[in-house]
């Protein structure tokens, strides 16, 4: 089946430093790719997705290029503020679930 | 509804006892999907639903956790004599038909926890 595998937290920086959190997958076809966010006390929410080969999400500052070759999803953002502490989840569909990584937690201070 | 509802939010229970826990999918959403989080086991798929019926179970633990849902929109997942390691966040999504593309909205979760 599919698997995701994605850098271990927690990640702690400083307010507008840049965020870059790994995530790899494997996968048999061409799966969509997902980076769900959640913000403390929160549920989960899509943050970006990715349908095919080199298209890249974004959303809120935040990108994430779909890499065939490296079969990887990092995502990132250039400036990060206090806002953006949550744990983030990278995923991968199987047919008709998402498989997830195991969450990177963030946190920024000010 | 805006989004998909689930209750009850927090659910406390004796070791042995039977739980249900309800989700509400997003009006017009065809799947609906049940996850489990656990601090041990990360996010887990547990079993989808297309309409009423369930393709893929593959995920459900063992033969103490069910789910069904009726007039393709709520469903409810039941666990049976449960046990301390069936604590958990129970998150239920939905999304507006199969396939690889859709966007699943999640809702808030139960948080299950069993004494």
């Known amino acids: 089946g599919n698997s995701v595998t994605q850098m271990e937290g927690p990640v702690t920086l400083s307010e507008e430093a840049f965020l870059t959190i790994n995530c790899t997958y494997t996968?048999?076809?061409?799966?969509?790719l997902f980076w769900y966010v959640q913000y403390p006390g929160e549920g989960l929410q899509l943050l970006l997705k990715?349908?095919?080969?080199?298209d890249k999400g974004s959303n809120k500052g935040f990108e994430a290029t779909y890499r065939k070759e490296t079969t990887s999803f990092h995502l990132e953002k250039g400036s990060v503020q206090v806002s953006d502490s949550a744990v983030y989840f990278c995923a991968a569909t199987a047919g008709n679930k998402l498989t997830f990584g195991g969450g990177t937690r963030v946190l920024v201070k000010p | 509804g805006a989004g998909v509802s689930q209750s009850p939010s927090n659910k406390v229970t004796e070791k042995g006892k039977d739980v249900e826990l309800r989700c509400d999918p997003i009006?017009?959403?065809?799947?609906l999907y049940w996850y489990r989080q656990s601090l041990g086991q990360g996010l887990e798929f547990l079993i989808y639903f297309q309409g009423n019926s369930a393709p893929d179970k593959s995920g459900l633990p063992s033969d103490r956790f069910s789910a069904e849902r009726t007039g393709g929109s709520v469903s409810t997942l039941t666990i049976q004599r449960t046990q301390q390691e069936d604590s958990a966040v129970y998150l239920c999504a939905s999304s507006q038909d199969r396939g690889t593309h859709n966007e699943q909205f999640f809702g808030p979760g139960t948080r299950l926890t069993v004494l």
């Open positions: 009006s017009g959403h065809t799947a």
């Open positions: 996968a048999t076809g061409y799966p969509s």
């Open positions: 990715a349908t095919k080969a080199d």
